[in-house]
Nanobody, 122 residues
Framework: QVQLVESGGGLVQAGGSLRLSCAAS????????MGWYRQAPGKQRELVAT???????NYADSVKGRFTISRDNAKNTVYLQMNSLKLEDTGVYFC????????????????WGQGTQVTVSS
């Protein structure tokens, strides 16, 4: 079993900052990438940022220049530093891991955290 535990969500004012953390644990064999997705009420889940094991990053256009994703491979932990938060950043943020577990299938699969609420107020 691979588990993802998120922390750092909360309520912040527009223009403020928040840092999310996601620690992966369990029988992890390999990790191709980790990332963050978010889902606002009435909207589909969307990619926020991803980072590969080689520390290559990808960001949604809406967060470029404001959010920074980073990763500690040794701790299987991914972070999302969110600055200059906007009202539209409000949503449930989900941690994602693309990888393999010991005893799992040869092909990698996605694992998801339970989500953490981020609310940006005016």
């Amino acid at each position: 079993q691979v588990q993802l535990v998120e922390s750092g969500g909360g309520l912040v004012q527009a223009g403020g900052s928040l840092r999310l953390s996601c620690a992966a644990s369990g029988r992890i064999f390999s990790i191709n990438a980790m990332g963050w997705y978010r889902q606002a009420p009435g909207k589909q889940r969307e990619l926020v940022a991803t980072i590969t094991s080689g520390h290559n990053t990808n960001y949604a256009d809406s967060v470029k220049g404001r959010f920074t994703i980073s990763r500690d491979n040794a701790k299987n932990t991914v972070y999302l530093q969110m600055n200059s938060l906007k009202l539209e950043d409000t949503g449930v943020y989900f941690c994602n891991l693309d990888g393999r577990a010991y005893g799992g299938a040869y092909a990698a699969r996605d694992y998801w955290g339970q989500g953490t609420q981020v609310t940006v107020s005016s």
